[in-house]
């Protein structure tokens, strides 16, 4: 009659087979493990006996960003009394009660007791949608930077402008203040150069939400801050005026 071995009482005839004087070398080699493999299967044997031979669970028994579970029991239910609270409320809350935890931990807590559905931290790539207007001069995009320092440690700022189709750069001044005026006159430039523009599509500094929605203001097309939702291919390594705008080093 033949019987399958358990993993133990396999582990176990290796350690005899060592104890009787096998290589190592060769009882690893015929059990598939490594030389080291085989040195830990003795010295547990030495340790605890037949048992030590048996297979060990893995999982991690201490969390040391694990906070306590009269704390979390504290969080659940202060969000099943009040459904609508996130955690940063449920941070200034829990401080007013004496317990000091962090943002990240009361947001694992509500996924792991169910309380909150979990968020991906990052949209897959393929989920951004890419997008350009149909044709040059429909769309131009302005941005000014942060500040720049000249060789002679004078301080400015970059004003830039992008065609949205072509990826052409229609502006690229350096200015001392990013105020209206400057904006304006090197977009006045741009505009003498190339023409003017369908629309223009802004942030919502106020250099340009205030001078250019002024009647008789410098731009003879439609200038429209940015709205949420409004850049929905990519993120700022997508910002076709992200490489214009990085540091001059």
């Known amino acids: 009659m033949l019987w399958e071995l358990s993993v133990a009482e396999q582990r176990y005839r290796a350690v005899l087979e060592v104890g009787i004087g096998v290589p190592v070398t060769e009882v690893a080699e015929r059990y598939g493990v490594s030389r080291q493999t085989v040195h ?56 007013r009660r004496g317990h000091q935890v962090t943002r990240s931990s009361v947001y694992r807590t509500l996924v792991r007791n169910g309380l909150v559905e979990p968020k991906s931290r990052r949209r897959r790539r393929k989920d951004y949608r890419r997008w350009e207007r149909a044709a040059a001069m429909e769309l131009w995009q302005l941005d000014v930077t942060a500040s720049a320092f000249l060789t002679d440690g004078t301080e400015v700022k970059t004003v830039t402008g992008m065609d949205d189709h072509s990826r052409f750069c229609v502006i690229a001044t350096a200015v001392r203040r990013a105020t209206a005026r400057p904006v304006c006159l090197a977009f006045v430039d741009a505009m003498r150069v190339y023409g003017v523009p369908e629309e223009v599509l802004t942030d919502n500094g106020k250099v340009f939400t205030g001078r250019f929605h002024k009647p008789g203001g410098a731009s003879g097309g439609a200038v429209r801050p940015d709205l949420p939702g409004e850049w929905d291919h990519s993120p700022a390594d997508e910002d076709p005026l992200a490489p214009l705008n990085r540091p001059i080093s």
Request: aromatic share 8%.
């Open 40 to 95: 830990t299967w003795l010295l547990r044997y030495r340790q605890e006996g037949i048992t030590g031979l048996e297979d060990r669970s893995h999982q991690v028994h201490n969390h040391p960003w694990r906070i306590p579970a009269e704390v979390e029991e504290v969080i659940c239910e202060l969000r099943r009394g009040h459904p609508k609270w996130g955690p940063r409320r449920l941070v200034f809350e829990m401080g």
